[in-house]
């Protein structure tokens, strides 16, 4: 029986025979039971004497546990609400005798509560909890964290949860998580979820539909277990070699979230969020075209079915046959030189969406779309607007995001603005305009007759995010290109020259396997990882195709982990990040608007000859390892030296009693950060 039932069960016992009238209340809380009282005989209402509960209740004690999940039982609302039921309702038990067990039942439910929230150690404030069927409903939008317990996963769980994000951290080894997180406090309102003994690389024990309940992303940041053996020599600790960790563990994890994690959509969801198919619904428009300002250009907007047929000086018999409307009429550039239409003040709600989608059928111009916000109504000319190509004469759908909306006064760029908030967004406005921004001219523009055609009206889009990040390791491609290339290996940078257990082949096996699961993914190539923080912070910069080195600090790679979760532009695409190495870049730290931008500025893997890079090379066996004297002619080499220098001089001072820069006498999780490109 769990600890919550032993603790229900001594609140209240009959003096008599000592038995428990709350024996099976347990049940009712952990197991779906019905909770009956057990000696009708005895009672009456005098003789129910709760016992009082002197002490806090203590958390669980972590050696109660059935096989990897460590069992608690804070209790449901729902299911307190069933007791209390129950015991209002029983003809046995009724008036101060209920009023008695119910008070002591309260105490015992919230003394649980707040032992339940902690692990023994931990401070109030982080609130851990272990995996638990009997709530469903508490674990919602979940990151499933692989290496949670190692230096980066410890990290990135933390940078999770203080974003707002629920965390289940995983851990091979018993009592790691335990280990890693006590003492820690929580920085934000997400809740911590900590799943013990989760093996990687046991397929079978992956496939577990209670741990991937509530996951709807899922953080990879596993690699090799090396260290001290117990006969004192190093080596792979409980065999987990990076073949076993990088290459069949990542693809463990591969299959199990492609099973039960839904498929990729490959188009945005996109939602209506202002019909325009009838004249009704034209109502809130109004025209704003140059006259305002004594220019001469003119438009119309009505719907394509009063249009239908129409015969006019545009157009000859234009036939319409879609739902929707049309906007058109004529650009003078003479005083002016724009058209305009905008909506009265509206009651939106735009913070769920990702963007504007439009499905438009042109006339090869460039236009724009206008959003107002509550703060800018009473402010002239101040809005934000996106611009969007079109085709002559062909239908294209158009995806606006948040980030492309740049916010300008007078047709000129506002540095001073604060970013588009979708929330605050009551009006919204189509504008053709021979400006582009700050005076620039629109190069697409076209004075005379214009048309655009618009169906069913304004959408909302909501873009996938990556629900499988990886973090690897830079000079893995560059590795499987080298291939069995023994002379182009010789040339290129220690880490590929010295490839330590083929870490590097391994590595990359499992990106290709995130890369092939199906699911949207994004896979962050780390470069050397370092804890010095001297001349910090860096700016971080990204590129594509493996062709740079240098350094990043854990917790710089964790805030980019959540800021790609978050982030659409990050789907399907592999990027090598790193400090940026220029002189201005130091003492300056990255906002999340500038980690988005790293994305922003990459190109999905499908798409990388677009910008001259070819496509992603086939996994390759490792090559056979260095001889011994080669080993060491690769270790002379003065960048690792300046390394391994730098390596002593952290470990040095972070550790003053000589242990391991991760705190474990030397020995390295496979839970960790990926540690291999420190050589680069």
Known sequence: MCRFGKEVMRLALCPRCSTNLLARACCRLCSGGVMQSTCPQHIQASLLRPVPITQPFRPLSHSVRSSRRVYRCPPSALAVQDIVDTIQSSPVISGAAATTVIGALAAALWGLSQASSMTEGSQPGLEVQSFQSAQPTSRKDAVLVFGASGRLGTQVVAELIGAGRHVVATSHKADKLEQAFAGEKAKGPGRLYLENGVDITDSAALMSKELWQGISQVVTTVGPAFGRQP?????????????????????????????????????????????????????????????????????????????????????????????????RGETITDGGGFCGARTQMLDLNLQRFDGISLRVKGDGQTYKFNLKTADQMNVPESTYQAQYDTIDGEWTTVYMPWHEFVPVTRAQYDSKAKP????????????????????????????????????????????????????????????????????????????????????????????????????????????????????????????????????????????LVVTALSTPEAAGKTIEVRRSEAADARGMSDSTAQLQRLFYSSTQDRSRAQIGLPPMPKPVPP??????????????????????????????????????????????????????????
């Open 231 to 327: 006969d004192g020599g190093m080596g792979y600790i409980d065999n987990m070699t990076s073949e076993r960790v990088d290459a069949e563990g990542i693809s463990n994890i591969a299959k199990a979230a492609k099973h039960f994690l839904s498929a990729q959509r490959f188009q945005p969801e996109v939602e209506q969020v202002l019909s325009m198919r009838t004249a009704a619904d034209l109502e809130v428009w109004e025209k704003l075209d140059d006259t305002i300002m004594g220019g001469k250009s003119g438009s119309y907007l009505q719907t394509a079915e009063d249009l239908h047929g129409f015969q006019g000086d545009y157009k000859d018999k234009q036939s319409y046959e879609f739902e929707g409307s049309v906007w």
């Open 420 to 559: 588009l908030d979708p929330a605050q967004v009551k009006q919204i406005g189509l504008v053709l305009s021979r400006f582009h921004y700050n005076s620039l001219p629109n190069q697409r523009f076209k004075p005379g007759n214009f048309e655009l055609q618009i169906a069913d009206g304004i959408a909302g889009f909501k873009s996938e995010r990556p629900r499988l990040l990886m973090v690897s390791s830079a000079a893995v491609e560059r590795n499987a290109i080298i291939g069995d290339d023994l002379e182009a290996r010789k040339k290129d940078i220690p880490i590929v020259q010295l490839n330590p257990g083929g870490t590097l082949n391994h590595k990359y096996t499992g990106e290709t396997a995130v890369r092939g699961s199906g699911l949207p993914y994004s896979v962050l190539r780390s470069t050397g990882i370092t804890d010095k923080t001297e001349g910090g912070p860096f700016l971080l910069e990204a590129q594509q195709g493996d062709a740079i080195s240098g350094n990043i600090s854990r917790h710089e790679l964790a805030r």
């Open 623 to 680: 090559p056979p390892p260095p001889t011994e004297e080669r080993t060491k002619e690769i270790l002379s080499d003065d960048r690792v030296q300046a390394v391994q220098s730098r390596e002593r001089k952290e470990r040095s001072n972070s550790n003053g009693n000589g242990a391991s820069s991760n705190g474990s006498q030397g020995k390295q999780s496979s839970d960790a950060a990926p540690e291999v490109p420190r050589l680069q």
